[in-house]
C-alpha cells in the first residue's frame, strides 16, 4: 500500500464546520429494506490478529434492515462539512460528518442505536457514550490514514464501525510500514478494532473511481462524552506522535 491510494490529509486541523443537506443516489440492497434488528448473540463474529497486540473483529450482516437504517439516518441527521487546513488552504473535507454524546440532552438519533450500544458494552466491556457519524456520498468521499483520538488516553481503546449503505473498502496498516489489510464492509457489517490497534495501526476509506453507492459509518467510541470533534482534533494534532 502507497501513501497515494488514500487521499492525503498530513495532519491538519480542522477549522470550520458548515450545515449541508446530502444530495445521494442509491439503491437499496434485496435484503436491507427489512425491519431493523441485529445480533445480540455476536455468533459469527470473527477475530483476525493484525499482529502479537492488534485485533479487529468483524461480522458480516450483523446489522439486519441496514438499508432502512441508512435511509432514516441520512435524512434525520444534522450533517455538517468541516474545512481542513491543507497546502496552507482551507479545503472542505471530503465526507459529511455528524457527532452524538447527549450531553446537551439530545436523544440518540435512533432509539435501535441505543440498544446496539447497550450490547457493545457488554461483548466489550466498555462504556459507548458516543457515536460519530461519518457519510461518504460517493467514490470521491474519503478519509485518510490516521490512528483514532483514543489512543491519547486510552491504553487499549476499543472503536466500533457498523457500516450501512454500499460496501467500501476499510484499510489497515501497520505504522512502522509493512503491508496493508483491507475488509469490505457496507449493508450491516460490524467492524471493531481493539488491543494496540490505534498505536501501532493507521486506517482510512480511500477514494475510488466507481463506488456502488453511498455510505454510513455509525461509530461507537467510548469515554468521549463531552468531545468537541474539532477541539479534539486540535489537541490531537499537537500531541501527534
Same mark, same amino acid.
Given at each position: ?54 485485533? #479487529? $473483529?468483524?461480522? !458480516?450482516?450483523? *446489522? ?6 441508512? @435511509?432514516? &439516518? /441520512? +435524512? ?26 447527549? #450531553? $446537551?440532552?439530545? !436523544?440518540?438519533? *435512533? ?6 450500544? @447497550?450490547? &457493545? /458494552? +457488554? ?119
Amino acid at each position: 500500500m502507497v501513501a497515494n491510494e488514500c487521499s492525503v490529509w498530513q495532519d491538519e486541523l480542522m477549522t470550520i464546520s458548515h450545515d449541508v443537506e446530502p444530495e445521494l443516489s442509491w439503491q437499496a440492497s434485496l435484503f436491507g429494506s427489512s425491519d431493523p434488528g441485529f445480533d445480540p448473540s455476536f455468533g459469527q463474529l470473527r477475530r483476525t490478529w493484525l499482529d502479537e497486540y492488534s485485533w #479487529v $473483529d468483524h461480522q !458480516p450482516n450483523w *446489522l439486519t434492515g441496514s438499508d432502512t437504517v441508512f @435511509a432514516e &439516518l /441520512a +435524512q434525520a441527521l444534522p450533517w455538517r462539512q468541516r474545512e481542513v487546513t491543507m497546502w496552507d488552504r482551507l479545503l472542505p473535507e471530503p465526507r459529511l460528518t455528524c457527532w452524538w454524546d447527549g #450531553v $446537551d440532552g439530545s !436523544p440518540v438519533p *435512533l432509539a435501535l442505536l441505543s440498544d446496539i450500544s @447497550a450490547s &457493545l /458494552a +457488554q461483548q466489550y466491556q466498555r462504556p459507548f457514550d458516543s457515536i460519530g457519524f461519518n457519510l461518504y456520498r460517493d467514490g470521491r468521499d474519503s478519509v485518510a490514514w490516521h490512528g483514532d483520538r483514543e489512543r491519547f488516553t486510552h491504553e487499549q481503546p476499543v472503536v466500533v464501525i457498523l457500516s450501512v449503505g454500499s460496501a467500501r473498502n476499510f484499510m489497515l496498516r501497520p505504522r512502522a510500514g509493512g503491508p496493508s489489510r483491507s475488509f469490505r464492509i457496507g449493508h450491516g457489517d460490524l467492524l471493531v478494532m481493539g488491543g494496540a490497534c490505534q498505536h501501532d495501526w493507521e486506517h482510512c476509506v480511500p477514494k475510488v473511481a466507481h463506488a456502488e453507492g453511498p455510505r454510513l459509518s455509525i461509530m461507537f467510541r467510548h469515554n468521549l462524552a463531552g468531545f468537541t470533534p474539532e477541539a479534539g482534533w486540535q489537541e490531537s494534532t499537537r500531541s501527534r506522535d
